[in-house]
């Protein structure tokens, strides 16, 4: 089982993230550790240990996870594969039974400390170095938009949703904490940090909320701040006062998810909010932050759903003037409440109505960059890919322009023109 039996100096570890921006921040601290403990980061062929972070959000999470891990165990050398994430946290007995070079650790902080004892380190040894913070880094799988997780669990139990099992109930990082990290990373040249976490809006560290936290970081000497995804009721007029007040760092952005127009299907997804609700938040973001460009999620197809809520969802899209849709088709998750409902949607129903939602994020996307043509937007150069640097401005709106004279993790200010624009 270990692979201290390939040499005990081969330190190669990959990593497989599935799911959603927590994951990946949490797969990059753990890189961090690992680097610190003298590992290398590579490709899963040349792995001695692969680590799979897997989600369990819905039934097809499971099936994307249990692929990974399969697909993980046929590399090159035969690696350990330690399975961290939700679905291990739900399911471990499962995923043990894919194969016997399988390791199953729930606890991501335990993963670092697992992985060296099965490369032949002892879990007790110092770091050979202190581990690196987040900052770009060639070839490791760091960004240079640096994702900061501040907050985890949840207590909304959506009824399509196996999270709060898997993750439990929602816990904040401290803010002197999530201070001194933000000030670290602005210390070494991140021009952009995203406060992350499974349910933004719970943050709470004493008296302070997310709306504190916000204007905090804003004053860390960071460039530009974002927040991840947030519930439409944390919408509050309080963070949009704070994001206002402090428009020099706070991106005109938020990501705050629908999954449904109809207020019917929203009350048996158990979401806490109606659609009008909705979109009264979104108008007063609007108006509190002019520009703000707003993305969102919704699902197609959730049990029950007829056709006029779909219609409704698909008006209330076009109503609001997303920047982006984030697409889903219902699947469901053993384990939770939807999953039991028998008024299923056929498939080829399910297929279509997210096709037709696919189809007006393309038109919903294009009609925004459209609006910003000709206008002064700032990049930040993420990649050089040849002669083509690509970047995100403060909407959150994937950018294309000449490479010459830039590198990745720089910002520049340019005039946006047709053919600058792509899907991010």
Not at 6 to 17: D, I, M, P, Q, R
Not at 21 to 34: F, H, I, P, Q, T
Not at 38 to 60: H, L, S, Y
Not at 376 to 403: F, K, M, N
């Amino acid at each position: 089982m270990s692979a201290a039996t390939s040499g005990a100096h081969n330190l190669a570890v990959a990593f497989k993230t599935l799911g959603c921006k927590v994951n990946r921040v949490e797969s990059d601290s753990m890189a961090a550790e690992l680097l610190g403990r003298g590992c290398r980061m590579v490709q899963e062929d040349e792995a001695a240990v692969i680590v799979v972070n897997t989600c369990t959000v819905t039934g097809e999470a499971d099936a994307k996870a249990r692929k990974a891990v399969r697909h993980a165990l046929k590399a090159a050398g035969e690696p350990v594969v330690v399975v961290t994430g939700c679905l291990a946290a739900i399911d471990a007995e499962a995923l043990r039974a894919l194969g016997e070079r399988v390791l199953v650790e729930a606890d991501k902080e335990a993963v670092a400390v697992r992985v060296a004892t099965a490369l032949g380190l002892a879990a007790a040894d110092p770091f050979a170095t202190p581990a690196p913070a987040r900052a770009p880094r060639t070839g490791e799988g760091f960004r240079v938009r640096v994702p900061v997780k501040i907050q985890d669990g949840c207590d909304n139990f959506c009824t399509y949703c196996i999270v709060p099992y898997a993750r439990g109930l929602p816990r904040s990082m401290p803010v002197a904490d999530v201070i001194a990290e933000v000030a670290a990373l602005a210390a070494e040249g991140v021009c952009e940090v995203v406060l992350t976490g499974i349910n933004l809006g719970r943050y709470s560290d004493g008296d302070m909320g997310l709306p504190g936290l916000v204007g905090a970081v804003a004053q860390t000497g960071i460039s530009r701040l974002r927040l991840s995804s947030i519930e439409p009721p944390d919408v509050t007029d309080e963070l949009l006062a704070v994001m206002a007040k402090h428009g020099d760092v706070v991106c005109p952005h938020l990501h705050v998810p629908l999954q449904n127009g109809s207020d019917a299907v929203l009350e048996a997804m158990g979401r806490r909010y109606t659609a009008a609700q909705y979109v009264e938040r979104i108008e007063a973001a609007r108006s509190a932050v002019p520009g703000l460009a707003v993305t969102t999620d919704v699902i197609a197809g959730f049990p029950g759903e007829t056709d006029d809520d779909h219609a409704a969802t698909h008006a209330l899209c076009e109503r609001v003037g997303f920047s982006r849709l984030h697409v889903f088709r219902y699947s469901p998750r053993e384990g939770t409440v939807a999953a039991a409902r028998t008024a299923r949607v056929v498939p080829e129903v399910k297929a279509e109505r997210a096709r037709t939602l696919r189809a007006l994020d393309t038109r919903l996307r294009e009609a925004f960059a459209g609006a910003l043509l000709g206008c002064a937007v700032e990049v930040l150069v993420e990649r050089i890919d040849g002669e083509e640097a690509a970047g995100t401005t403060l909407e959150y709106l994937d950018v294309r322009l000449p490479a010459a004279g830039l590198v990745a993790g720089q910002t520049v200010v340019v005039t946006l023109g047709e053919g600058m624009t792509g899907a991010c």
